[in-house]
């Protein structure tokens, strides 16, 4: 069994160094105070040297044409670090992850996505050059010299922060939202416009949000279940069997290294506001999924690409879960899902809904209109060729081999909302997913046990 330091700064270490093991660049932790939070640059927001080292891996023959404009490679350097500043703070971090940044020799990319489908070698030499950085006390705010217990990086961009607490030292998970609420600026680069999620955690329980906004700020729950992701139980986590601390999955799954350019690129979106919401001040949200949605998509997308296509599945539900984005989320991974041997898995992912949406606000909630605001976001990969029919339907989840090529919607907002999300991908089998008949069905979803994606049939 694990010997655990029971301190606030042993909790810091122990994260640090399991992440370094497992792939990520760092500091490895040591009795000495950590160094590498000095190569952080305040004034841009950015891990220069990461951002820079990315760029030459992966987009030699830019670089060089960056030298020769920069005057060399320092010039180039800043020349990049500025481009790249200036865009995060006219767009956002995910934005500028997926999408780039235009400079005088095109657009150069700032983050490398896995390959699908058949192997490529030169697409996996440059996904395994993506610049994954986990650096200790961050020293956010040049005034104060206050800091950041961990801040996570993605190729020189500050992507996620974490305030941590251990209960030994009297302190929990509700000492750091504090911290967060009451002694971190909103206005501060690195906080408010870099990090898109902050998560406050302790040995046992850990929470997220993706806004900070003082007192006003929502922490969300960001727990599996005393029972485990998928199992019955309580609010909180199980006890890990080798005796690590019960939230230990967050280090070890979450910012697992490839797990986490994979909530990058599939998951994390920005939730922009109609005209008229802009108009009545409403700000762009993003949207980062809890435990349990991400749990349940990855846990979905993983049987059907060992099982393939024509097996049935349920996933319990309580409500106000977070039904719609699953549906959304589970349709973009499904639709370029690949086997183990490269072969696409389905060619079309068919969503069938019994619920009408009336009301405004509903039909933003609704699983179309996250699949809408994810292809907005670049990342919501759907057939444009597809026609979609208005049909009020009922129907629980199946997944069938089929060559349909429609989407069944019980209303025109609805699909008006799934025709914009189309992105080009082509089709043969099919999964469709849906939800129990609006009469007399909905105690399927009224139990809060989550039964992560499980199989109906042998």
Not at 345 to 359: L, M
Request: hydrophobic share 35%; charged share 25%; glycine share 8%.
């Amino acid at each position: 069994m694990a010997v655990l330091d029971h301190t606030e700064t042993g909790l810091e270490k122990l994260i640090v160094g399991e992440m370094i093991a497992a792939g990520w660049l760092g500091e490895q932790p040591s009795d000495q105070a950590p160094i590498d939070h000095r190569n952080y640059d305040g004034h841009y927001g950015v891990y220069p040297a990461d951002l820079v080292e990315f760029v030459k891996a992966t987009q030699p023959k830019k670089w060089q044409r960056l030298v020769a404009i920069g005057g060399g490679e320092q010039g180039a350097g800043e020349q990049l670090v500025k481009k790249v500043a200036a865009d995060l703070d006219k767009r956002n971090t995910i934005d500028v992850l997926r999408k780039g940044v235009q400079t005088n020799v095109g657009r150069v990319d700032l983050l490398a996505r896995r390959p699908e489908g058949k192997a490529d070698a030169n697409g996996e030499a440059d996904y395994a050059s993506n610049r994954l950085r986990v650096v200790r006390q961050v020293r956010f705010d040049p005034k104060s010299n206050d800091s950041l217990d961990v801040v996570l990086f993605v190729n020189g961009i500050p992507t996620a922060t974490a305030e941590l607490k251990n209960r030994f030292t009297h302190q929990d998970v509700d000492h750091a939202i504090k911290q967060y609420k009451e002694n971190r600026d909103t206005k501060n680069l690195l906080l408010g416009r870099r990090a898109f999620v902050h998560f406050a955690v302790d040995s046992e329980l850990a929470f997220m949000t993706t806004k900070l906004e003082r007192k006003q700020t929502r922490f969300l729950p960001f727990n599996q279940g005393t029972g485990g992701a998928g199992e019955p139980g309580r609010a909180g986590n199980p006890s890990p069997a080798d005796g690590s601390h019960p939230t230990s999955y967050l280090w070890r799954e979450v910012w697992q290294w490839d797990a986490w350019l994979e909530l990058i690129e599939d998951f994390v979106f920005v939730d922009e506001p109609t005209a008229d919401e802009a108009k009545a001040g409403k700000k762009p949200v993003t949207i980062f999924p809890r435990f349990h949605q991400w749990d349940v998509v990855r846990k979905c997308a993983a049987e059907a690409r060992a099982n393939g296509a024509g097996r049935n599945y349920l996933i319990q539900h309580s409500a106000g879960s977070g039904k719609s984005k699953e549906i959304a989320w589970l349709a973009h991974d499904l639709s370029s899902l690949h086997d183990h041997d490269g072969h696409k898995v389905f060619d079309k992912v068919v969503v069938i809904t019994s619920s009408t949406v009336r009301s405004r606000s509903n039909r933003r909630r609704s699983s179309f209109a996250a699949c809408q605001r994810l292809q907005s976001n670049g990342s919501c990969p759907i057939d444009r060729r597809i026609s979609i029919r208005e049909r009020n339907t009922s129907a629980c989840a199946l997944m069938a081999p089929s060559r349909t090529a429609s989407f069944r919607v019980s209303t025109a907002s609805t699909a008006r909302s799934l025709r914009s999300c189309a992105q080009a991908r082509s089709v043969s089998r099919t999964i469709a997913s849906g939800s129990t008949s609006s009469t007399g069905r909905r105690d399927h979803h009224a139990s809060t046990t989550r039964r992560a994606c499980r199989s109906l049939t042998p």
